[in-house]
Each structure stands twice: as structure tokens, then as C-alpha cells.
């Protein structure tokens, strides 16, 4: 158990499939599901091998941006955690960014069950307009946004500071406040809490709802 995490236990996740486009997604969008994206190089996978504690569950790719399959892993509790292919920062054409960026808006425009969507990006690069962008559709689309900071870990004080005010000045810029975690999939900085929003607003709402 790293440092940072709290004890908080997440449901056991497996690995279901994966698809290359939306036309293959048939009834999986009648499961109530999260979602995550990120530019290359973002720590997706190991932020989802960090979040279900399985170090295998996730591949981490040695070139950014290979991974064009939206992946779907389901859970015992019954939601889906979903993986979508990164984008940008990477060696990926300008064609290639357009076309994911067009899967990103498709997603979210016809995937009826997400409830959240995750945005990860690199502590140690700006947070770009294109992702404020993506939680202004999300939040349209009634869907709850929250970004994730990762690799946390790399900054000092001063530096994580600076994250934070940039935060806080994308949320001015938009009118509307969002949740934000700051995380360290190395450390486990972080990871416990998010886990504890996730069961929260996963698990325990669904219980309640029924």
C-alpha cells in the first residue's frame, strides 16, 4: 500500500473488450459507465492500473498514442470503466488527432449511460483549451466532468501550486466550478480519494436509486 492511499476497496474490475468504432457498441452504452480520456502520455494506463489495483489490467504502451481501441473493462458492481484512445502528444498525424477528436465528440454525443468523464492531463504541461472545451460539451451534454492532474509526484511545491491556480483560473474562465483530483499513480497520491468518489457517485447512487 503506498503512502498516500487510503483504504478504500474498488470493486473488482476485469478486462470485457474492445472496439474500434461507436457502430460496434451495440448494448454496451445501456450500462452505466465512467469514462477517461487524455493525450498521449497523460498516465492513463497506469492510472487504471493504479485505480483497481491490478498492475496488469491496463497495457502501458512505450509509444504514446498507439492505442487506437476504446476499451471497456467491466466491474462486480455492475458500471464500466472505459478507456478511450489518447491523443496528441504524440507522433500521430494531424488527420489521426481530427479523427479522435471527432470519436471523443461522437462518444460522448450518442454513449446514453456515462455518467463521468475523466480528464487527465500531465501535471507538468498547461491544461489546453481543447479539454476546457470538452467540459463545457460534457457538462451540455449532462454528463459530470472532472479533470485529473496526474503525476503529481514530479512537481515541487511552487510548481503544484502553480497547477492549482491554473485550475482555478479555468473554472473562472468558464463560469462553473468542477471537481479536480491531483494524482501520482507512482506514490498513490490521490488515488484512494478518487476511488472514494467513484464508489460514491457508482455504487452507492445506484443502491439508491433501485
Known sequence: ????????????TKFFTSIANLNEK??????????????????KSSLL??????????KVSRTPGKTKLINIFKTKEGFNLIDLPGFGYSKASHKEHKDMMKLLEGFLNTWTKLKIL???CDSQREFPEEELSTIEVAMEKKIKPVVIRT???????????????????????????????????TTGRGIGELREFIVENMVNQTKVSK
Open 1 to 12: 500500500m503506498h503512502k498516500y492511499s487510503k483504504e478504500i476497496p474498488f470493486p473488482e
Open 26 to 43: 451495440e448494448e454496451l452504452d445501456s450500462i452505466p459507465s465512467v469514462a477517461f480520456m487524455g493525450r498521449s502520455n497523460s498516465g
Open 49 to 58: 492500473n493504479a485505480l483497481s489495483n491490478h498492475k496488469g489490467l491496463a
Open 118 to 120: 475523466f480528464i487527465l
Open 151 to 185: 503525476k503529481i509526484d514530479k512537481l515541487n511545491q511552487s510548481e503544484q501550486h502553480r497547477v492549482r491556480t491554473e485550475m482555478e483560473s479555468a473554472m473562472n474562465e468558464i463560469g462553473i466550478p468542477f471537481r479536480v483530483f491531483y494524482i501520482s499513480s
